[in-house]
Antibody, heavy 116, light 107 residues
């Protein structure tokens, strides 16, 4: 069955960018959307944006507009989330999820630490 | 953007007891409401979607109810593995939004 396998933890400097990957292992994205949800330490869940890989159409939460880019490579069943102009408040675990409106499949998360 | 408000923030319950968690939407979301369970260091897990449909593999002690703006997640008899944080999420309007979570702790 399909699993979402995310790339490893990252440590970044303020002002830099990070790109996190999410590969569908044991299957494909099929016609589902893939969304990215983040969780700052001790905080709740925050939807950042999502993409429909089959069409390449992406949508972003207003809070992250201009700073986040979500892409997908259907040939490798891999989605990417790139966040730029990083600041300390972006320190969080970033999850990719299969998006059917609700999120029925989650990656294990990628910890991104922003620190000088 | 629809605001989801969960109550209480923390619920102290003894094993074997019933737990009732509430989620309120700032406007109607019909039955497009999901519940998730999250344990420390783990990704969230889908429990309920469509307000009352259990996801694959979710035990029958978890049940969801409600429609419109008021929703409830009930855990009929708490097991040790149920102590966790629970989030509701609406997906009726874009963007989907989460509540702030209810922590269910051991009394």
């Amino acid at each position: 069955q399909v699993q979402l396998v995310q790339s490893g933890a990252e440590v970044k400097k303020p002002g830099s960018s990070v790109k996190v990957s999410c590969k569908a292992s044991g299957g494909t994205f099929s016609s589902y959307a893939i969304s990215w949800v983040r969780q700052a330490p001790g905080q709740g869940l925050e939807w950042m944006g999502g993409i429909i890989p089959i069409s390449g159409t992406a949508k972003y939460a207003q809070k992250f507009q201009g700073r986040v880019t979500i892409t997908a490579d259907e040939s490798t069943s891999t989605a990417y989330m790139e966040l730029s102009s990083l600041r300390s408040e972006d320190t969080a675990v970033y999850y990719c999820t299969r998006d059917a409106g609700y999120f029925d499949l989650w990656g294990r998360g990628t910890l991104v630490t922003v620190s000088s | 953007e629809i605001v989801m408000t969960q109550s209480p923030a923390t619920l102290s319950v003894s094993p074997g007891e019933r737990a009732t968690l509430s989620c309120r939407a700032s406007q109607s979301v019909s039955r497009n409401l999901a519940w998730y369970q999250q344990k420390p260091g783990q990704a969230p897990r889908l429990l309920i979607y469509g307000a009352s449909t259990r996801a694959t593999g979710i035990p029958a002690r978890f049940s969801g109810s409600g429609s419109g703006t008021e929703f409830t997640l009930t855990i009929s008899s708490l097991q040790s593995e149920d102590f966790a944080v629970y989030y509701c999420q609406q997906y009726n309007n874009w963007p989907g939004t989460f509540g702030q979570g209810t922590k269910v702790e051991i009394k």
